[in-house]
């Protein structure tokens, strides 16, 4: 799985939600223009902050063990 397929829903998430509150009444004074701006850089520090959070190993997994001890009773250790 690639990070664009989670930093790009982030970024979508953290923009309506930030469009939802600037357009309640408790924020008639301010202006378009900043509402704009406050949301587009809620959506860029939120998507840099998600990008760094995943780290560079999305797509590793480890692999399955082959040689399980845990489930060999004492007796039987191959």
Excluded: C, Q
């Excluded at 664009?4 to 923009?15: D, E, H, N, Q, R």
């Excluded at 692999?63 to 039987?76: A, Q, S, V």
């Amino acid at each position: 799985m690639k990070k664009s397929k989670v930093i790009v829903p982030i970024m979508i998430v953290v923009a309506v939600l930030a469009t939802i509150i600037l357009n309640k009444e408790d924020y008639n004074e301010v202006t378009i223009i900043n509402k704009i701006l406050i949301i587009v850089g809620a959506a860029i520090v939120s998507s840099v902050i998600g990008y760094f959070l995943l780290g560079s190993d999305v797509d590793k997994v480890d692999p399955k063990p082959t040689n399980n001890m845990i489930n060999n009773k004492k007796g039987n250790r191959k």
